[in-house]
Nanobody
């Protein structure tokens, strides 16, 4: 049984940092494209960043490029999202998702509703 469990969300002031973690079980990270998606209240879900299967190529949404960093620790079966210089518009529920059939990180980021496996999300609130 595949499970993805996110943690690390919380309340942070603008300009602050958070690190999200996604612990996965029931799958091998190298065999899956895996990424982070977010959904703000009243808005559509959007892709934030993904790592492709095997080669580990990375893609970021333009809105987070230069501020967020995604990484993967296969030994710990964990994917991280380091978020720096946070802005109020980064507020939302952040979801971790995985899919074995997506070959590129670029495609993964745009697959905002079609990933095979999803976590339940962790809330990030950026506010003063």
């Amino acid at each position: 049984q595949v499970q993805l469990v996110e943690s690390g969300g919380g309340l942070v002031q603008p300009g602050g940092s958070l690190r999200l973690s996604c612990v996965v079980s029931g799958l091998t990270l190298d065999d899956y494209a895996i990424g982070w998606f977010r959904q703000a209240p009243g808005k559509e879900r959007e892709g934030v960043s993904c790592i492709s299967r095997s080669e580990g190529n990375i893609h970021y949404a333009d809105s987070v490029k230069g501020r967020f960093t995604i990484s993967r620790d296969n030994a710990k079966s964990t994917v991280y999202l380091q978020m720096n210089s946070l802005k109020p518009e980064d507020t939302g529920v952040y979801y971790c998702a995985a899919d074995p059939d997506i070959s590129t990180a670029f495609t993964c980021v745009r697959n905002r509703y079609g990933m095979d496996y999803w976590g339940k999300g962790t809330l990030v609130t950026v506010s003063s």
